[in-house]
């Protein structure tokens, strides 16, 4: 009888802890909520007696996602080597998209927002964030991922007061139409890749184009002309997340573009383009009421939530490349 009330105690233990986990878990979950990009910069320089000046906005906000991966609810999951965190899959590649984005971003700033020409120096301290930003995410000690992260956050910092300052003049930001150019092509490859992880969840025929256009172009390795690519059952979630990830970021970035580089985009008639591209992305921030991320056949009975989401990406990465050829024109 005793070890049959053993038994019976055991069991509920473990299972009040299971759901207790289940329950953290759940509310590791929840995604950070969306800020407005030009009141959050206006009212953090006026807190802080900073003033607005081009490309202040751009880097608060970068500095304000980042901060949310490490400030959510759970905090920094990715590398996560204890329950639950251990066991989520959906919020580290949230976070991951995110994370992609804001690297992207910083290499941007590194090497085009930051510098007046191809021979001008480097800003010391973003030579610092952007590596620091580029630490594996699924790193957990000797350092962490969020220590090399803390660390660009603190340059990115000192960035931003040298930018406020109006009297040093060691840091700047340059709102020129090619730096512009420049970023939305990186972001335009990564879109792409998005959506195309994304449409393979039903599975394609493929033809390859790698080539196309040029006939004298040459590859390393040969490959079939035609292929076949279908998303594993089991990352269909997951690229489903890293895309939601990569929106949420890219939909604040492009806000905090369109303080900055505001004559830019008026001067090329574009603002309304770009509000475009916003609007499409935000349609991927939509509430999930499915339990899970269902993976139907493209005109099936059952819904495909990838084929949803790349549909968004697609129609945004589609007005990007229009944006790009506008900035292009004279």
Known sequence: MQRFL?????????LLIVFIGWLISVYWSFEPEAFDVRTEAQTYAQTNSENVVVGYTTTHTLIRVVESL???????ISNDVMPPG??????????FGALEMSRDLALAMRKDFSRSQSQSMENPELTKAQPALNMNHLSWMLPSAESMYQDALKDLYAYRTDLADRGQGTAQFFSRADNLRDWLKQVEKRLGNLSQKLSASVGQEVLNTDLAGDATARQSTPEAKQRFEKTSWWKTDDNFYEARGAAWALIHYLKAVEVDFADVLEKKNAT??????????ESTQQTIWSPMILNGSGLGMLANHSLVMANYISRANAALIELNELLNQG
């Open 272 to 281: 309304v383009s770009l509000r475009q591209i916003i609007r499409e992305l």
């Open 86 to 95: 251990i066991f989520m899959d959906n919020m580290p590649r949230w976070e």
């Open 6 to 14: 053993n038994a019976k105690w055991l069991t509920t233990t473990f």
């Open 70 to 76: 490490m400030d959510k609810p759970g905090g920094y």
